[in-house]
């Protein structure tokens, strides 16, 4: 699989990897007795004492710790560690503090800041590259080039898990203060940082890991109940149809093939089910679920696929992302068993921030409406789901030969 480099975005409001179905849950962390206690929550310090500093980023961390979305919360966190930082370095007025979050599966890179204005294009680009897309990070300080300075860099790792990394980094345009005197004066924030979102992701793999097990156990009594009953169903109903082709049952072959036609709708969606619930457990985005079914398909054909994302990661909700990627799994099940194509092509682009657009292409035979089958409901399940979440979905011949997918979606629309 060719996959395109992954244009990094910067937001200061919107885009951490989170593992969706818990967004919705509403649990209150902070009303949990003791959890309070374990960040060290006071709030009874002056203002502006080195104590209440203390205090501030305990608060901080706790606030980090208990947010549902952290990248809603991120934002504001950092606001506030900003402030520290100029208190403990009055000396490097210009003196920022981001925090990165790096995808090497996926070649994504998110950047969050404190400021109204996103960082400069040039500083994204080559902070993506450093740290996503090289092979080797930069353990140390460095020095970047901009259009009419240089800026310094000093990173410091936060978290690691799985293919993520997260960086907490200092930039300063002028003079920056020694790496052990930055060290000194910012380790607080840093720990605090750590804290925070390292408690999160501990919070998140737990929910997580209860969702994966309740759905493990609904996927098992789906797979030995009702789709044996439906998967047995299917093969007398196929018989019965075949069996009515003679002459003597020809009044019979209208019911018996609808019968058999809805019978293997009813087993195929059982079957997707099951999937759904595996599809969920093994993908923690859209971006991953997308990787992964394309590897699937490559596997099981001579098929040479190629995947151009361009979209942030996690940017439509759990139910979007679902519905999306059963479409493109849909899509890329037909190519490998109808198109007798050498070739297929999916991108993923995204416009103002929030209108998604997908298409998947082959360079195979085409497709042909008149020959659609009565017993082939693939192409109405996708037109049903896209549906569902209010999607555009377009099934067309490609120019130059094969067939291509067009998806369209408003991915803003849920999230207002």
Request: overall charge neutral.
């Amino acid at each position: 699989m060719k996959t395109a480099e992954q244009v990094l975005t910067s937001s200061n409001a919107v885009n951490v990897p989170l593992t969706g179905d818990n967004r919705k849950m509403g649990i209150n962390f902070r009303s949990w007795p003791g959890i309070a206690g374990l960040f060290g929550l006071s709030r009874s310090q002056p203002t502006g004492s080195p104590a209440a500093q203390e205090s501030t980023l305990d608060d901080l961390a706790f606030e980090l710790a208990t947010a549902n979305e952290i990248s809603e919360t991120l934002p504001g966190v950092i606001r506030r560690c900003q402030q520290q930082l100029q208190q403990r370095l009055p000396a490097q007025p210009d003196a920022r503090l981001l925090v990165l979050f790096s995808n090497s599966l996926t070649a994504e890179s998110f950047l969050h800041h404190a400021d109204e204005q996103p960082p400069a294009a040039r500083l994204i680009q080559q902070l993506h590259r450093t740290f996503t897309l090289s092979k080797t990070t930069p353990a140390t300080r460095f020095k970047l080039p901009l259009q009419d300075s240089e800026l310094t860099v000093d990173p410091q790792p936060l978290l690691k898990t799985g293919n993520q990394e997260i960086w907490l980094l200092y930039t300063f345009r002028g003079e920056a203060p020694g790496e052990q005197q930055l060290i000194w004066r910012t380790s607080p924030i840093e720990q605090a940082l750590k804290r925070g979102i390292g408690a999160w992701y501990q919070r998140e793999e737990k929910v997580q890991a209860a969702l994966k097990a309740e759905r493990a156990i609904y996927a098992a009594e789906l797979h030995d109940s009702l789709a044996q009953v439906l998967g047995y169903l299917r093969l007398k109903s196929a018989r019965l149809d075949k069996l009515c082709q003679q002459p003597d049952y020809a009044e019979l072959k209208p019911i018996t093939e609808d019968l058999a036609a809805y019978t293997h709708c009813a087993y195929r969606q059982a079957r997707e089910l099951i999937t759904s619930s595996r599809l969920t457990l093994q993908s923690e985005s859209l971006s991953e679920g997308v990787i992964n079914s394309i590897r699937e398909f490559e596997q099981q054909s001579g098929i040479v696929f190629e995947l151009d994302n361009r979209v942030q990661l996690n940017l439509l909700t759990a139910r979007q992302s679902m519905q999306v990627l059963y479409i493109i799994r849909e899509s890329l099940s037909n190519i490998v068993r109808h198109s007798h194509a050498s070739h297929a092509r999916v991108s993923m682009t995204l416009r103002n921030n929030r209108y998604l657009q997908i298409l998947i292409e082959d360079n195979g035979q085409g497709i042909n409406p008149d020959a659609a089958r009565n017993d082939s409901f693939g192409i109405q399940i996708m037109h049903e789901r896209a549906e569902r979440i209010n999607a555009e979905l377009r099934i067309e011949p490609r120019p130059g030969g094969g067939t291509r997918t067009l998806l369209n979606l408003d991915a803003g629309e849920e999230n207002e």
